[in-house]
């Protein structure tokens, strides 16, 4: 595999507090062609050989904000268990509904944007239902949970300016953690 040219803005960059603009259909041959170098990206860089290969960060979801490019458009990359990858394309994404119940993950949120440890939890919905368009413009409605839910939410929260680190509570880094459930 070759290594799509995918430059992340690091979270100094003040474009990452910017909400994303909606997108309209159809898409442009250039907006096809990074949602598919943004797929391969994150399905590489959750490849043991490739990481090592190119020193990549392991990412699940990346934005289009963090491309510089302020578009309501985000993907995911799932690795399953059977060592598969599921790929979401999210376009104008809306959470529609979610749980009461509140998730954090464990050893805390990472994000390709943010090259740093931090400590810390992000409370996030256990499960989200998200209605959204698919590439070429039909909508389409999706439940999402866990590791999942977790991912769709970042990923979101990228589209509307905010970073996982800004959801933490500085004076209290595991705030009410004990409300939540542990992923």
Do not use: W
Not at 33 to 61: C, F, V
Not at 72 to 79: A, G, L, P, T
Not at 127 to 153: H, K
Request: net charge negative; glycine share 4%.
């Amino acid at each position: 595999m070759k290594l799509p040219n995918i430059v992340i803005l690091d979270e100094k960059d003040k474009r990452l507090h910017h909400a994303s603009q909606e997108v309209t259909f159809p898409l442009s041959d250039t907006d096809k062609k990074t949602i598919q170098d943004m797929l391969l990206y994150l399905k590489m860089s959750q490849i043991d050989e490739e990481r090592e290969k190119y020193d990549l960060r392991a990412g699940m979801g990346l934005a289009y904000i963090q491309l510089g490019l302020p578009k309501r458009i985000f993907v995911v990359v799932n690795e399953e268990e059977d060592h598969t990858f599921t790929n979401y394309v999210v376009i104008n994404p809306k959470i529609i509904s979610n749980s009461e119940e509140l998730i954090y993950v464990g050893e805390g949120e990472g994000c390709l944007s943010v090259n740093r440890e931090v400590e810390g939890i992000v409370p996030r919905y256990a499960r989200v239902t998200v209605e959204a368009y698919d590439m070429e413009g039909n909508p389409y409605t999706i439940r999402v949970r866990e590791e999942l839910a977790v991912a769709f939410q970042h990923e979101i929260d990228h589209l509307d300016g905010i970073l996982f680190t800004d959801k933490i509570d500085s004076k209290n880094p595991y705030k009410n953690m004990q409300n939540m459930r542990e992923i």
